[in-house]
């Protein structure tokens, strides 16, 4: 098993035992996404009511991992850069919405969790996980190479000094009741990924996915997995499969 759906299969996404890029491992040809570059003031509060969002790409096609069935509960993401930071935004429609984890860096894939993952370069193996779940608790890794390690543990000591605000339409943790769904805005620095990348400049491309645990009672199996990317196999960190971000103007 290679993507978290109990607690034991922390072990399964670190150790995927897939090949880096430089390995034998034959990338797939990925989605070209832009990422527009602003010089607005984006202010982190859960509402995505400035203009520049406006202007953001959004990815829309959320689909479930391998068998590439589009999402049951759609998700929208967009990601917009400046000189100083990467910003994120999504978009979730839940129905039963659901976050218990109140511990940064605890195990945040227990609860409905959005997870944007970064990978700046296909000969390098790093690259950076985080997540942002319901109540805002935070998980952020920085793993050096996949496979290196049997605990998140190994990783846990990269701060992104992500901001993050959350909006919810709903009540969190009654699923007596319907909600509508929850919204997370987030700005990274940039500086933070200089450990193995330097900032990203006007025509790099990073390869990325947004990936999504949602656990509901409307669900038929419990839960559903997600993610912008096409993975073919049950693995959010199989990055081969991952689209290509775009730093542009």
């Known amino acids: 098993m290679k993507c978290r759906s109990l607690p034991v299969a922390l072990l399964a996404l670190v150790v ?12 797939s040809k990925p989605r070209l996404v832009r990422c527009h570059h602003t010089k607005a ?46 910003y994120l935004a999504v978009v979730m429609e839940d129905l039963d919405i659901y976050g218990l984890k109140k511990e940064r860096d605890s195990w945040t894939w227990e609860d409905d969790v959005v997870e944007l993952f970064l990978k700046p370069s ?35 000591d990269w701060d992104s000094q992500i901001k993050a605000a959350v909006s919810i339409s709903g009540t969190l943790n009654n699923w007596k009741d319907q909600d509508k769904g929850w919204v997370v805005e987030a700005a990274i620095p940039l500086s933070a990924f200089t450990p193995t990348a330097h900032k990203p400049q006007l025509g790099d491309r990073w390869r990325f996915a947004v990936s999504r645990y949602d656990y509901s009672v409307y669900l038929p199996e419990g839960k559903e997995l997600s993610c912008s990317a096409p993975l073919t196999v049950l693995d959010f960190h199989h990055y081969e499969d991952f689209d290509l971000l775009d730093f542009a103007e």
């Open 122 to 156: 296909d000969v390098e193996p790093a690259y950076f996980e985080i997540h942002v779940t319901p109540l805002g608790t935070i998980l952020d890794l920085l793993i050096a190479r996949r496979g290196a390690a049997g605990n998140i543990d190994r990783w846990k």
């Open 41 to 86: 003031k984006i202010t982190i509060d859960g509402r995505l009511d400035e203009p520049a969002w406006e202007d953001a790409v959004r990815i829309e096609d959320f689909r479930v991992p391998v068998t590439g069935a589009r999402a049951k509960h759609p998700t929208s993401a967009r990601l917009l850069w400046s000189d100083d930071f990467l």
């Open 16 to 27: 995927s035992g897939c090949t880096p890029f430089g390995g034998g491992a034959k990338p």
